[in-house]
């Protein structure tokens, strides 16, 4: 299996990701506003344009008259000249009646696309001569009660127009340029400033002791957007430390632990080797023995803790376990322990299957490590430890009918390495009933230590959560 975590590219620098995302919407928005701005001059210079042709209009129907039964319209050739004349664009006009038609003009002009409504003069765009134009168009009722229609236009070609709609645009257009420079710049400095408060984060993560064991930050300072981030370093911190400090004592204790049985083997071993009386040597070699015995439990007990406090939630590989099975093979495994110390072991429960989910290695050792504790702990030579199954709620119990545990300890030798004055005598360690619990733990179980029969004695009982079986 291939432990090593897959490769993938560098995701690049977040001030530059920051920074595209960031000009992507502000360039579209300027842009908008730009094209927005000059379509609004546009339209302005349009209204500008518009009302000076309907100004021309309006001059040319204060000269609409009624004269001898017939509309009349008479412009003296100079007014003509000045009405037509402009610098840039050709002026077209037309009036006519509906009756009489053609009165004055330079040139026909198409009428509107529409009827008027009422009085209301009629903007649009039409081609005169082949030229693109704008043209006001008035009709009205004829004067002095003349039943006729009068229709008067005039015309511009679109130079001022398009010219307005030019200059709008490289007089918007550096301005905007502009503005994006400058909002640009403000934009790269506020997320440079920004990114500076991580650069700091960064090397006082670089400058960390790991020996400190305190939090790196004070989050009463930071932005908001950074305090899960710090949260999350401090709880490691704070969590590594603890671990830290777990695995000091842990080994601080184990030295101590291997410490006794290593000194007795090396003080039997010499007495062995410079015993001369066969007899007496048979002694020394059955203390080594039993040294090499006690030091072989401690180094077992060590490494099933260790190995119970590895196997965290992602790790433990549950299985399907038949756990009467598992009980009876325990009792089996231990019966010859328990008779050597004239003990009565015995197994109370179900023989069909009882299947939960679990590790068996260490369910084998949590189990062990209960019958081990309950057999030294009996009382030797007619007493009795009994290993109780029940199904439904789930439990498993092991009870002896020693000297029990006293109330006021029943805390403390949960906790590794506690030795209370029996654990002396029987020559335990202090991590049986301390591995039990982690195991239990580990499978959604809890670790209870009560009395045993009738007040004598301990039992301690695994009890599983309701959906721990399977």
Not at 184 to 201: K, M, N, Q
Request: hydrophobic letters at 45%.
């Amino acid at each position: 299996m291939n432990l090593l975590p897959r490769w993938q590219p560098p995701q690049g620098s977040l001030r530059r990701q920051l920074l595209l995302q960031l000009a992507a919407p502000l360039l579209l928005v300027l842009v908008l506003g730009a094209a927005g701005g000059m379509l609004i001059s546009g339209q302005i210079g349009y209204m500008v344009h518009d009302q000076w042709l309907l100004d021309s209009a309006m001059s040319l129907r204060a000269q609409v008259h009624a004269r001898d039964g017939k509309v009349s319209l008479q412009l003296p050739p100079a007014a003509v000249q000045m009405f037509e004349w402009d610098v840039s664009d050709r002026i077209y006009w037309q009036a006519s009646t509906q009756r009489q038609g053609w009165l004055l003009g330079n040139t026909p002009i198409a009428s509107a696309p529409s009827a008027a409504s009422g009085d209301q003069p009629q903007f649009y765009d039409a081609q005169v001569g082949g030229r693109s134009v704008r043209v006001v168009q008035l009709e009205f009722a004829a004067p002095g009660g003349l039943d006729d229609r009068v229709r008067i236009a005039v015309a511009e070609t679109m130079h001022k127009r398009d010219l307005v709609a030019y200059k709008s645009f490289w007089q918007w257009a550096p301005l905007q340029v502009a503005v994006l420079l400058l909002v640009g710049v403000s934009v790269w400095l506020a997320v440079a400033r920004s990114l500076a408060r991580v650069d700091s984060i960064a090397a006082r993560l670089g400058s960390y002791r790991p020996d400190s064991r305190m939090p790196m930050f004070d989050t009463a300072r930071l932005p908001s957007e950074i305090v899960p981030l710090i949260g999350a370093i401090n709880g490691l911190i704070v969590s590594l430390s603890e671990e830290q400090q777990t695995q000091k004592r842990f080994i601080s204790n184990a030295a101590h632990q291997l410490r006794t049985p290593l000194a007795s083997l090396q003080v039997q071993s010499q007495r062995a080797l410079r015993e001369r009386n066969p007899q007496l040597r048979e002694q020394a070699m059955e203390d080594v023995h039993r040294a090499v015995t006690r030091l072989h439990h401690v180094t077992q007990q060590l490494l099933t803790l260790m190995r119970s406090e590895q196997a965290t939630e992602q790790h433990l590989k549950l299985v399907p376990v038949d756990l009467a099975r598992l009980a009876r093979e325990e009792v089996e495994r231990w019966m010859d322990q328990a008779l050597r110390c004239g003990v009565d072991l015995g197994y109370s429960g179900p023989e069909a299957p009882l299947m939960i989910d679990g590790d068996p290695y260490l369910l084998h050792e949590m189990i062990g490590n209960l019958l081990d504790n309950a057999i030294k702990y009996s009382r030797q030579g007619g007493g009795m430890v009994t290993l109780e199954l029940a199904e439904e709620p789930l439990a498993l119990a092991v009870v002896d009918d020693g000297s029990g545990i006293a109330e006021h300890e029943r805390a403390l030798v949960l906790e590794r390495f506690y030795r209370g004055g029996s654990s002396e005598l029987a020559g335990g360690c202090g991590l049986g009933l301390p591995i039990a619990r982690e195991i239990a733990a580990r499978h959604g179980a809890t670790l209870e230590i009560g009395s045993g029969e009738q007040g004598r004695g301990t039992r301690v009982t695994i009890r599983w959560q309701a959906d721990g079986a399977v």
